[in-house]
């Protein structure tokens, strides 16, 4: 991809090159139709001179040639008038010039380059018989056969007493007249290479300006503290992004200030549920049973009757022991022995089998790859992923069946738990009012380790949640 500075650098010089060509295209095709006006004048001129010299008629040339024929008449002429012709070729090296006779329908001198057997008529199609009806002088750009090339040139009628009795013609060759429009050309070619490299060291000179205010700008953007001189000096365009800039940027500063007060107020809230729950539990789980030991032990201490004593000592452990599990049960559910003892795997498939007994749901558990351990705190994450997954499942799937499959690759570990339950709509329960921290907690926990959350469910498909770790 090109660069800004090298877009502009190219943008600008096609333009000017553009410009300067069909300025300088238009000021050529110009300059070429002056130079052959000139030409069209210049030959008009020797086609009127040979008119003046020619002071007679053909007819008065001719006096006394009634015993000549067409051709010894023709000889004749251009015997008299040959050395005009060459006067004027002498005079005018470039220009080619000649007498016609329409009596003789010949030509009867002409040059440069004259020859005798040349002295024909002029061609049938040939524009010079147009003057003949105009009586007026014809431009023309065409072939030449006395110079066997394409000539610009004039046709002039002789005319004697209202009639034409003949024609002078002055003309140069084509190429000569490109040659003087050829100079011309390099001369102004030498101007357009030199505006040209003004536009390119100007368009460099203004781009690196351009560049240069941008990079201030950018920093004053990035840093939010455009001074009030700068305002004015900068475009308005750039101080409209500016303003754009601001606004997004207080924007996004409301809504982390909103977002982190909303995460907050969540986490302190599950805190407190989660203190509650164990304040729950532990009142009217291990707290009675403590009670009831204790006043088990009152009723030893006032029992005098030994049967009755060894009665109430059974009692007494039996209640000791329901306290030792229900506080296990609780360690348990804050966090697993096993998953230090035993690993990530062990774990989950003892969370499955307690999950399975507590709530009748069946879960197919699969485990791929898995013949290392892996670091604690990415067990912890997996473990309560999978923990949260369930639950969540129990909550709401209404359903009998789940599965978790986590595979480890070389790179990665994908983790995927799925159920056929009622499914949900994944935009509401990520944007609604009443959402849990569920599926925040989870993606959250998977952030922790640059990795991929996905949900996918739809209410009556069923859910997937789909998780993707880097190693």
Known sequence: MLSIKRRIHLLVIIIISFTIIGMFSFHFFDYWNV????????????AILLDKQLEETYED??????????????RLLNKKLQPVINNVTKSFPEYGSGYYSKKLQSIVAFG??????????????????????TKKSYQFKSYSQTRNSQVVGIYHPIIRHGEVIGITWAN???????????????????????????????????????EKGLSIFRNRVHKLDISEEEKRVFSPELMAIYNEVVKAKEMVVDNERKYQRDITEKILRAQEQERKRLSRELHDGVGQLLYSILVTLKLV?????ECRIEEQINVIEDLTNSSIEEIKRIALHLRPSSLDDLGLISSIRSLVERYENTFQIKVDFKAVNFSRRLEPELETTLYRICQEGLTNIAKYAETNKAFITIELTEDEIQLEIADRGKGFNTIEAVSGKNKGLGLYGMK????????????????????????????
Do not use: C, H, M
């Open 301 to 305: 201490e006032n029992e005098k009757k």
């Open 61 to 74: 040339l001719l006096a006394d040639t009634s015993t000549l024929n067409k051709r010894e008449e023709v």
């Open 444 to 471: 959250e926990r998977t952030k922790l380790f640059n990795g991929i959350f996905r949900v996918s469910s739809k209410p009556g498909e069923g859910t997937v949640i789909s998780v993707r770790i880097p190693i």
């Open 172 to 210: 140069i060759a084509l190429t000569d007249v490109f040659e003087l429009f050829w100079v011309q050309v390099k001369k102004r070619l030498i101007l357009v290479i030199f505006i040209l490299l003004i536009a390119y060291f100007g368009t460099i000179y203004i781009t690196r300006q351009y």
């Open 112 to 133: 440069p380059d004259f020859e005798a057997g040349e002295l024909l008529d002029i061609q049938a199609n040939s524009p010079a018989r147009i003057v003949y009806k």
């Open 35 to 46: 130079i052959v006006e000139n030409e069209y004048k210049k030959t008009k001129s020797i």
